[in-house]
């Protein structure tokens, strides 16, 4: 990879990663744009991680307070607001854990492609602005229960697939179960913060056994870069979210998908 391609694709990757229009998908379809090779399962990892470390460092009372509700869940604290949504987090984790697991391979064999992103962003565009429109939006974060946890854990776990993004697929579920739009953006950060940890320790390992060259220091450089960006961008996007919506990034999501199916497909 030139420097130019890792510079490129970790702008993106910060800038989409917390907006709900798929950084997946963009990763997937600035390549094809370019003429760029495919950078690989490895290096969007790394730029997802820089994104974590943006979260972690956005969020960090939340953060805090999750550690503080773990520990008391490990001691038998449990009817705690911090213990119990240390609970709604880890019942949120599982579904997309499991399907990373089990599917997270033959995903990225078989449904990086240009025409997946452009059903998956036309498909979960038109759900994010439904879900913007008819919520309710009258809950607000510590409301979570279990159910709530475990219904946009399996949204999560959809984000997988290139196109769908993980943000806007959280948001949208969240949004349908009632709550407002600045918490079920706040929700939907923490809960990514466990399933971007662990997909990194994992690919880590894999390398670790297998071996071979790895370009570490393109890594740590992009996923620096990616971190920098996402941060900027967590800070746009919650000011955004609670005065205007989520319908232009619905619609952003509509014309892109438009806009790949004319030149690329």
């Given at each position: ?228 960006v996402a941060y900027l961008s967590i800070e746009f ?29």
């Open positions: 990879m030139s420097w130019l391609q890792v510079v490129v694709l970790a702008v993106v990757q910060g800038l989409t990663e917390v907006l709900p229009i798929s950084s997946s998908g963009h990763l997937v379809l600035v390549p094809s744009v370019f003429g760029w090779t495919d950078q690989g399962l490895v290096f969007d990892v790394a730029v997802h991680f820089g994104s974590l470390g943006a979260v972690v460092v956005y969020f960090r009372y939340d953060i805090a307070a999750l550690l503080r509700g773990s520990l008391n869940v490990a001691v038998g604290k449990l009817e705690l607001p911090e213990s119990k949504m240390a609970l709604a987090i880890a019942a949120g984790t599982v579904p997309a854990a499991l399907a990373g697991l089990l599917f997270a391979g033959w995903i990225a064999s078989n449904l990086r492609d240009p025409s997946v992103v452009v059903a998956t962003l036309s498909g979960y565009g038109i759900l994010l602005a439904l879900a913007d429109r008819y919520g309710k939006r009258e809950r607000i974060i510590v409301d979570v229960r279990m159910r709530d946890a475990v219904i946009i854990g399996l949204a999560q776990a959809l984000a997988l697939v290139p196109g769908t993004s993980r943000s806007g697929v959280t948001i949208s579920a969240a949004l349908m179960l009632g709550f407002q739009r600045r918490d079920a953006a706040r929700f939907s950060f923490l809960l990514s913060a466990p399933v971007i940890l662990l997909a990194t320790v994992y690919e880590i390992g894999i390398l670790v056994v297998e071996g071979g060259g790895v370009a570490w220091t393109t890594l740590a450089v992009a996923a620096l870069i990616s971190g920098i996007f919650m000011r955004f979210v609670s005065v205007i919506g989520l319908l232009p990034f619905a619609i952003y999501r509509l014309i892109l998908a438009g806009l790949i199916a004319v030149m690329l497909l």
